[in-house]
């Protein structure tokens, strides 16, 4: 279960109100149970059930479980589509490792908000249902322009790019730190490639021969460059 506070030996955890939902309704367990528990920092540690209602529950921990596992410096930018898709992206992005996720919006970008807390929850979510020790934040969504302008000298951004010609085998993707840039169902404007292209840092990659839908992309993307640079 993922928590916020740090975790060490004899520290107490206070659950929240969700998590003891769970524990008590779902798995029907108790106090007593051992539970195990991260925060993204301080590795996985098995903790017992102490207290447990319907407000929250208390945990103690017993001892560290494993060491913390950072993901490789890889981060997904992606310009949000259908809610449902979205979901999607977010929670195989956190299950392929991605490090960071960045909701971006372009001028063919269908939705112009986000639910940010209801992302970074689905991103929770499939960390503990994946056993990682770590949970990708997801920014607020930001226009493309602004990413850009804004880019961390030295980190690659791999945009997927779905006009190139060549479709043959997948090129050397450069390694971390690096991006993955999907674009929305339209695709990208012809200003936005045009910039895209000024960028420096930017490479381009194409995923094959036919045009996948954004989600698939995003998978298809973060599980090459995994192959290739990830550990
Ligand atoms: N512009 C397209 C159109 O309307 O015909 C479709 C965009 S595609 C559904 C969504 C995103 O997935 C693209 O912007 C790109 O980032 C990525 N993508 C899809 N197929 C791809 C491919 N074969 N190679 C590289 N990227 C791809």
Same mark, same amino acid.
């Given at each position: 279960l993922f928590v916020e506070q740090p975790l060490g030996q004899g520290q107490g955890i206070a659950l929240s109100q969700a998590h003891a939902h769970y524990l008590a309704n779902v798995l029907r367990k108790g106090t007593g149970t051992q539970v195990a528990l991260f925060n993204s920092r301080d590795g996985e540690w098995l903790a017992e059930i102490t207290e447990i209602g319907r407000r929250g529950a208390l945990a103690i921990c017993l001892g560290q479980a494993a060491p913390q /596992?950072?993901?490789p410096d890889l981060w997904l930018v992606f310009a949000p589509i259908k809610k449902a898709r979205t979901d999607f992206i977010v929670e195989k992005a956190t299950e392929l490792g991605a490090a960071r996720i960045l909701p971006?919006? =372009? *001028?063919f970008t269908n939705s112009e908000r986000i639910r940010q807390d209801r992302l970074q929850a689905h991103a929770i979510e499939a960390a503990e249902q994946c %056993? %990682? =020790?770590y949970v990708p934040e997801v920014a607020a969504l930001k226009p493309l322009t602004r990413v850009l302008q804004d880019w961390p000298e030295g980190r690659a951004l791999i945009w997927a790019d779905e006009s190139l010609a060549d479709a043959g085998k997948p090129p050397a993707l450069p390694p !971390?730190?690096? !991006?993955i840039l999907? %674009?929305?169902e339209g695709g990208f404007s012809p =200003? *936005? /490639?045009a910039k895209l292209r000024a960028t420096s %840092?930017?490479?381009s990659m194409s995923l094959g021969p036919r045009i996948l839908r954004a989600d698939t992309a995003a998978v298809a993307a973060l599980t090459l460059w995994q192959a290739q640079q990830g550990d």
């Open positions: /596992r950072m993901p971006v919006q =372009t *001028e %056993g %990682g =020790t !971390a730190p690096a !991006a999907i %674009g929305p =200003t *936005e /490639r %840092g930017v490479h």
